[in-house]
């Protein structure tokens, strides 16, 4: 049995610790080649920040910032066994770096400020000197600023911009009012986490998992060729394209509505529906859709940073005899399920089927739908506005053949398609976002209707067998 690692009280420890083996491809990719870049692994993120700042109190909040959180003060090396280490280290410089773009005509600012990121993000991490983030101030206005944070995704995850805002804007709210910003330790450190995960991973409870993920995986996915406009092959250039779209309000309420009639969340309904589009295009009756969590299964884990987040395997069974209703109570038993099995890295799951070629991972990954809740996206103190925002876009890359990224946010449901372009074309995933529309308001006006019926039904309303001149959709008849 694997002993329990002791760790020493949160924000006080440094030393070496191990990583995780879903962090592990970052760190492999910048150790065989340290000059290439690897910006597909850095997240592109930043905040909007509005008023009166002060920056020098901004600069000492960083300083706290680096200080409360262990994974802003690490490096990583390998042993001498070749295994990658993390090591926390008792201070970091901050390193801001300040722009000032008022020089520039205000029509070229953002212009100027979208250059200056992508420039950023495509220089490479010294991993075993310096933490692999970097930081720079942009000024824009009097009292308009962009801090554009480059961090890798080692460190950092969606669900660490929410610590970052609420922590950031604590601490400059507290110097700010003159008062001082006491060091209190963050209730959970991501190292904390790993010795948690390693231990949790011991005995019956590892083999259960591995177990119900054999029974989701097995047989191996197989790729879905009848879905790219070009064909699939090996060490395919990344090179891609974003496709924004938006809910229309009337329809974000109506999947409101219908998820709480059916008992289930927005994102199962989401999901149902995209497994709709998959099918329809595909005609595949059992599909792996690779799905984000956030695995931040414990309270001190909340508002930590660090790469906790996984990528699940979400399995979809399509039968059209099958109601929409069915079909949702089904993705969101198997969605529940797979939650409860989340801690296990899926590399683990492989090995252990003995699924080394990598195809099997790029079949497993090839589509992914990714749904991210509301959260506090904007902060107001001392006068001061910061909101959160990420550049997806800047990379100029796809993080994989083919994701739909959907988020909640107060003004409605937002999200993008985004895309490998030697794989699809441009025109083809316009017209899956318009289909993606039309099989949500279909599925949400009669639930219980087939999934032959919905797919029916979308398709007259696109026009491709006839058209409701009337405005309402029509179900259309079930084959015999």
Known sequence: MRAKTKLSPPG???????????????????????????????????????????????????????????????????????????????????????VDLMNYPSEVRESVLRDGMREQLLLSFDWEHTPPWRITLYRLDRDRYFCFLAIHHMIFDAWSQRALLQDLTAFYGAYASGASAPLVPAPGQYADYIAEHMTALEGGKLE??????????????????????HPLYPNYPHAGCFEPFSVPHSLHKDLIRASQALKTTLFALLLANFSLLLYRRTREERLIISVPVANRTRATHKNAIGCFGRLLPIEARLDESLSFRQLVQEIGLTVREGLKHQDVPMLRVFERLHLKDPKYWSAMNQVTFAYQNALQSRVEVAGVSFSLDVHWDLLGIARGPLICQIHESVDGLHGHWEYTTCLFDKETVVCWIEEYLRLMQVATVQPDASIQTILNAATLEAGESSTNTQGDWILGEENP
Request: proline letters at 10%; charged letters at 15%.
């Open 208 to 229: 259960n998992a591995l177990a119900y993920w054999e029974r989701v995986i097995m047989p191996p996915p197989t790729f879905l060729d009848a879905l790219f406009d």
């Open 12 to 98: 006080a420890r440094h030393g070496v610790f191990p990583l995780l083996a879903h962090v592990l491809p970052g760190w492999l990719m910048a150790k065989i080649n340290p000059h290439a870049p690897t910006h597909h692994w850095h997240l592109p993120g930043g905040l909007w920040i509005e008023g009166p700042l002060d920056i020098n109190i901004f600069e000492r909040s960083w300083g706290v910032m680096i200080q409360r959180h262990e994974t802003l003060r690490s490096t990583f090396r390998a042993s001498l066994l070749g295994k990658p280490l993390q090591r926390i280290h008792r201070s970091t410089p901050l390193g801001l770096e300040r």
